[in-house]
DNA sequence: ATGCCTAACACCGTTAGA
């Protein structure tokens, strides 16, 4: 079972280099961030053309995250709770999406973009903070159902000074802050595993290079797009393949997917 | 040096990303 997380910035600006490497990499499921439109103008046919259903939770402009399965999606969330799972508080910012992928073997994914937070001394990173601390509260009841589970996505964390080329200059940025870390981590102590730490763990493993000041070429990037795997899911992984080379495709997104094999 | 790209929206610049 090949699961896949993918920051396209922009599904529509980028619809066929999204739906060729759909058709060449033929993920069972992916999630997308950043689609940048609301459900209404998710590109729905090419998807289902390749054989995916979807589920799409949009929004204008920004954010906006996707979810594509090649098995029937069922008890499909849209938005991370507040305080409890009954909750009917709604975030403005569609950043969270959930299924139960009906495959031979159940099992459940989740896709999260995950707020970026900067500037630090605003409210963004105040945002960002209490978001994370919603989204451990939710992981935590996910993780009580003992279930295979992938929680994939842009985290928005660099998590070590290993997953980035210059860590002095990310000193106080809202990807690399203590808070932010520590609130990676508290997650991941829950009872989860990186799949790529697991898998692979080699040091650099970016997802991220930015647009600006050469950082492809010069490989200045960072690895914020992570798998987290329920104790379930962690017994049956196989491998993770980090797609750096559709980074360096014609108007490609700042992000390259990640891909993880689970033997489900 | 807080811009250097890129995208969306609506206006011909602003906001946001990371």
């Given at each position: 079972m090949r699961i896949a997380t993918w920051n396209v910035n922009s599904v529509n600006a980028r619809l066929e280099r999204v739906l060729e490497w759909f058709e060449s990499a033929s993920p069972d499921v992916a999630v997308l961030q950043e689609i940048k439109c609301v459900d209404e103008?998710?590109?729905?046919?090419?998807?289902?053309?390749?054989?995916?259903?979807?589920?799409?939770?949009?929004?204008?402009?920004?954010?906006?995250?996707?979810?594509?399965?090649?098995?029937?999606?069922?008890?499909?969330?849209?938005?991370?709770?507040?305080?409890?799972?009954?909750?009917?508080?709604?975030?403005e910012q569609s950043r969270y999406i959930?299924?139960?992928i009906?495959?031979?073997?159940?099992f459940r994914v989740a896709g999260i973009y995950l707020p970026n937070g900067n500037p630090v001394d605003t409210e963004?990173?105040?945002y960002k903070l209490a978001w994370m601390r919603r989204l451990q509260a939710h992981a935590q009841r996910l993780l009580a159902l003992e279930e295979p589970l992938v929680i994939a996505g842009d985290y928005n964390v660099?998590?070590?000074?290993?997953?980035?080329?210059?860590?002095?200059a990310w000193v106080n940025d809202a990807l690399f802050r203590p808070e932010s870390r520590g609130a990676f981590r508290?997650?991941?102590?829950?009872?989860f595993t990186d799949a790529y730490m697991q898998a692979d763990g080699a040091p650099h493993g970016?997802?991220?290079?930015?647009?600006?000041?050469?950082?492809?070429?010069?490989?200045?990037?960072?690895?914020?797009?992570?798998?987290?795997l329920s104790p379930q899911a962690a017994d049956k992984l196989q491998g993770v393949v980090i797609h750096r080379d559709e980074r360096d495709k014609e108007k490609p997104s700042d992000h390259v997917p990640v891909v993880v094999e689970l033997s489900l």
């Amino acid at each position: 079972m090949r699961i896949a997380t993918w920051n396209v910035n922009s599904v529509n600006a980028r619809l066929e280099r999204v739906l060729e490497w759909f058709e060449s990499a033929s993920p069972d499921v992916a999630v997308l961030q950043e689609i940048k439109c609301v459900d209404e103008k998710f590109p729905v046919e090419g998807f289902e053309r390749l054989g995916y259903n979807v589920a799409v939770h949009g929004q204008k402009t920004y954010n906006g995250v996707a979810m594509l399965s090649k098995y029937p999606m069922e008890d499909v969330r849209r938005g991370l709770p507040f305080r409890n799972e009954d909750d009917d508080e709604v975030d403005e910012q569609s950043r969270y999406i959930e299924a139960v992928i009906g495959a031979p073997t159940p099992f459940r994914v989740a896709g999260i973009y995950l707020p970026n937070g900067n500037p630090v001394d605003t409210e963004k990173f105040t945002y960002k903070l209490a978001w994370m601390r919603r989204l451990q509260a939710h992981a935590q009841r996910l993780l009580a159902l003992e279930e295979p589970l992938v929680i994939a996505g842009d985290y928005n964390v660099i998590p070590e000074p290993e997953d980035v080329a210059n860590p002095e200059a990310w000193v106080n940025d809202a990807l690399f802050r203590p808070e932010s870390r520590g609130a990676f981590r508290a997650l991941k102590n829950l009872g989860f595993t990186d799949a790529y730490m697991q898998a692979d763990g080699a040091p650099h493993g970016y997802t991220f290079w930015d647009y600006q000041a050469g950082a492809w070429p010069r490989n200045l990037g960072i690895r914020i797009d992570h798998l987290l795997l329920s104790p379930q899911a962690a017994d049956k992984l196989q491998g993770v393949v980090i797609h750096r080379d559709e980074r360096d495709k014609e108007k490609p997104s700042d992000h390259v997917p990640v891909v993880v094999e689970l033997s489900l």
